[in-house]
């Protein structure tokens, strides 16, 4: 069965890499969820796309100039701007977890180093999971391929996944090469064959960001591992008409 993760949560419907945009994962039965960790000024680990604070939220600057007290004072609803929404904030990784206790969702975290160099943030990833014994529910995942390489040498156990967005030749060999079970590809740079090749070869295959239902249908169809979508209510009930 082709898995279905909420990106940033529920983010087509809900203020991105929210408690509430997780809830709202939970609620409408993804099979996980797919979030973006960086780190504060104080070293704490927080659930936020951009290096900046922009465009989720009522600041301006770096994440990185914020203390985690600081940046969860600041509203993250940017586009949601209905009273269901005014009071949503920057989570820490750690209050994802405590919540993924209540739950069995599997959780994508994407380490957002590609472009601002945390010290030491594939440790604490790394040592937060092993905190919580998720290592079975946890893939990591980069566009910095050289930072989750870091993570498995780190722990064995938890799974690795590099992510791109242009065509590789072979990435099931990429992926062997560096231990990666599967590949987070760019929906557009991966066409039915490799799909069909990479799993062949055990390794997974999760595209994203997955939004049309035609796009859905398709890799449905294939029996893809998985899909990354800001919809996943609109996934599951395709997947479901597809049982029937």
Known sequence: MTLIFAHRG????????????????ER??????????????????????????????????????YTLKEIQKLQANFKFKSKLFKKN???????????????????????????????GLEEKVIGLIREFGYENRIIISSFNHYSIVACYRL??????????SSRLFMPWIYAQSIRAKAIHPNLKAVRDEIIIEAMNNGIGVRPYTVNKADQMERLLNLGCTAFVTDYPEKAWKLRENKKG
Not at 11 to 25: I, S, V
Request: glycine fraction near 6%; proline fraction near 4%; hydrophobic fraction near 40%.
């Open 155 to 164: 722990e064995p156990a938890v799974e690795i996944a590099p992510l791109y």
């Open 10 to 25: 529920s983010a087509g419907t809900h203020p991105e890499n929210t408690m509430e945009a997780f809830y709202e994962a």
């Open 89 to 119: 904030r920057v989570p820490s990784l750690r209050e994802v977890f405590q919540w993924l206790k209540g739950n069995k969702l599997l959780c994508n975290i994407e380490l957002k180093n590609s472009i601002m160099d945390y010290q």
């Open 28 to 65: 409408v039965m993804a099979d996980g969820i797919e979030l973006d960790v960086q780190l504060t000024k104080d070293g704490e680990m927080v659930v936020i796309h951009d290096e900046t604070v922009d465009r989720t939220t009522n600041g301006k600057g770096f994440v990185k100039d």
